[in-house]
C-alpha cells in the first residue's frame, strides 16, 4: 500500500522561483492537509481539504496556494519563493470523523530557498 | 496563549526510567486529543489517542484532564527505542482542523 506519497522528496529553490509540492493518497480520504515545520517546532497548518473542489485556509497560508481537483491530489504552490519558506512540508490525509487518529502522513519535502 | 503549549525539553533520561511531559490546550471545547512521535527526519506517526477515562498502551499511558485543559503521556521502563519527539494535539468535532504542538524532545541515555 502507498498510502500518502509527496514528492520531491528534496528541493532547492532560488528567491522568487515557483513550485509544485505534489501530494497523492491512494486511500479515498477525504480529508488532506498540508503541513510545514521549521527546525526544532511543531507542525504548523497551511491548508486543508475537505474533499475535491473544497479547500480552507489554516494558520499559515500566505504564500501558498492549493487546489484539489480529485479525492486523490492535493498539491501545494509556491509562486514566489522566499527564505522564509525553507522548511520541511508534509501532507497528510484521514477520513471523515477520523481527527487526529486517523491521520496519515507522507514522507515529506526538505525545501531550502537560498 | 497559544492554542497548544508542550515543553520542548530536550528530556534527557537513563533507560528504564519513568518519564511524564504535559501537553496544555486553551481551546475548551477540543473535543479529541491525541499524541504523535517523531522520529529525526521521519513523519509523524500516531502514538495513541487520548480519552478522558485514560488510555493505556503496554508502557505507555495517557490521560485527559479537562477541568485544567491538558494532556499527558507516562512511558514506564523507558528504552532507547523511545529517543524521539512527541508531539500532542487535538481536534475538534465538526472541524477538522488539527492542531499540534510544538513537539517535546525525549533522549534515553544508556
Known amino acids: 500500500n502507498a498510502g500518502v506519497t509527496q514528492t520531491p522528496k528534496f528541493r532547492i529553490l532560488k528567491i522568487g522561483q515557483s513550485m509544485t509540492l505534489q501530494c497523492a493518497q491512494d486511500?479515498?480520504?477525504?480529508?488532506m492537509y498540508w503541513y510545514r515545520q521549521d527546525p526544532g517546532m511543531g507542525l504548523k497548518l497551511i491548508y486543508y481539504?475537505?474533499?475535491?473542489?473544497?479547500?480552507d485556509k489554516g494558520e499559515v497560508p500566505n504564500g501558498y496556494n492549493v487546489s484539489r481537483s480529485t479525492t486523490e491530489d492535493f498539491p501545494l504552490r509556491l509562486e514566489l519563493a522566499a527564505p522564509s519558506q525553507t522548511s520541511v512540508y508534509f501532507c497528510?490525509?484521514?477520513?471523515?470523523?477520523?481527527?487526529?487518529?486517523?491521520?496519515?502522513f507522507g514522507s515529506g519535502t526538505q525545501l531550502s530557498v537560498l | 496563549r497559544k492554542e497548544v503549549e508542550q515543553d520542548p525539553g530536550p528530556f534527557n533520561v537513563p533507560e528504564g526510567a519513568t518519564v511524564a511531559f504535559n501537553c496544555t490546550y486553551s481551546?475548551?471545547?477540543?473535543?479529541?486529543f491525541f499524541w504523535y512521535r517523531q522520529d529525526c527526519r521521519k513523519e509523524p506517526k500516531l502514538l495513541m489517542s487520548?480519552?478522558?477515562s485514560g488510555n493505556e498502551d503496554g508502557r505507555f499511558t495517557a490521560q485527559l484532564n479537562r477541568a485544567s485543559q491538558y494532556i499527558s503521556l507516562l512511558i514506564r521502563d523507558s528504552k532507547l527505542s523511545d529517543s524521539a519527539t512527541y508531539l500532542c494535539?487535538?481536534?475538534?468535532?465538526?472541524?477538522?482542523?488539527?492542531?499540534f504542538g510544538t513537539g517535546t524532545r525525549l533522549t534515553i541515555i544508556p
Open positions: 494535539g487535538y481536534s475538534n468535532f465538526g472541524n477538522e482542523k488539527l492542531t
Open positions: 486511500m479515498n480520504h477525504n480529508y
Open positions: 481551546n475548551s471545547a477540543s473535543q479529541s
Open positions: 497528510a490525509s484521514g477520513p471523515p470523523g477520523g481527527g487526529g487518529e486517523k491521520l496519515f
Open positions: 487520548v480519552y478522558s
Open positions: 481539504s475537505v474533499g475535491a473542489g473544497i479547500t
